[in-house]
């Protein structure tokens, strides 16, 4: 497994992460022990998850995920092996994060948070410590592939400085070792390294988006913004949430998948995204791949990633997404999905 820095730091992550968001909820604690110890066996050193998991999130199973992580941990006594990442949630009306009451990325916020995710994680640090996404009022993922409207700034829109100082003190506690983003902009992850540069707080190391054959948008400016300033893309949802795994299909419902449980793919469902997931199956096919290899070694082979985020509720989901690192990606692979996206673009931003 290939080890890379991740930024300006000196982690070195594998170049798959473990995502664990279904911990908790589709996943049992044995099951989520299972997998983090067969990912490690394969080499993975790489586990991300958030204080707002399990998924779909829910006051009664919030931070489900990081008490499981946390009791693998215990249980193994390999802290020190593994590189853990977190996140904190974004601004949020819902109230079970901080006490029957709404969240900010505000100091008193960061603090209850990391200390809350250190206790179930039953660890002293957390490597990689992320904003979930941003405060300010924005497209979910921050990179739509059009805008009908751009949001004033609220009027109680935390500043970017004072969220990054509160971050500066948690390094300098020794309750993280780095810092990341998620769900962010070219704007934001410069206006993050701009504070960073004048000695505000620490800078931003990685930035984890989603990414994938039906979602290209990272490529548009963020790619030039992190290669430059030197911050590893994490990429999330390699799979589009399952669509690229062929089994939703012409309309498939399978038994106990994340649409028949949750209805919750609606990213991945709007006008176009089903018949370009279908397109993009049918051509793994055609190079004798699974549909989900061929979509996570397409993540994989980008010469930006830092490391590719996968997911798996079963075993076997979970064998084949490893898998993936054994396929060389041709440069006929290549032209042909670059074919098909520019004819289909970006469906689901």
Known sequence: MEKRRLGRSDLLVSQICLGTMTYGEQNTEAEGHQQMDRAVERGVNFLDMAELYPIPPKAETQGRTERVVGTWMKARGNRD???????????TANEWFRGDRPSKLVRADI???????????????IDLYQIHWPDRENPFGSNPTRVTAVSEPL??????????AVFDDLVKAGKIRHFGLSNES?????????????????????????????????????AETCQREEVGLLAYSPLAQGYLSGKYDDGAMPEGSRKVLFDRLQRYEKPG?????????????????????????FVNSRPFMASNIIGATTMAQLEEALDSLNVSWTDEMQTAVDDLHQRIGNPSP
């Open 273 to 297: 995204g089903p018949e370009a997931a279908k397109a993009y199956n049918s051509m793994a096919r055609e190079f004798g791949l699974t549909p989900a290899i061929f979509a996570h070694a």
């Open 81 to 91: 092996q593994v590189i853990v990442a977190s996140k904190v949630i974004g601004r």
């Open 155 to 164: 009027a109680d829109e935390t500043p970017i400085a004072e969220t990054l």
């Open 111 to 125: 603090m209850d948070a990391i200390d809350k995710s250190l206790a179930r994680l039953q660890t002293d640090y």
């Open 186 to 222: 070219s704007w934001g992850v410069m206006r993050f390294i701009a504070e960073a540069d004048k000695g505000v707080g620490p800078r931003v190391v990685s930035l984890q988006n989603a990414y994938n054959l039906m979602n290209r948008t990272f490529e548009v400016n963020l």
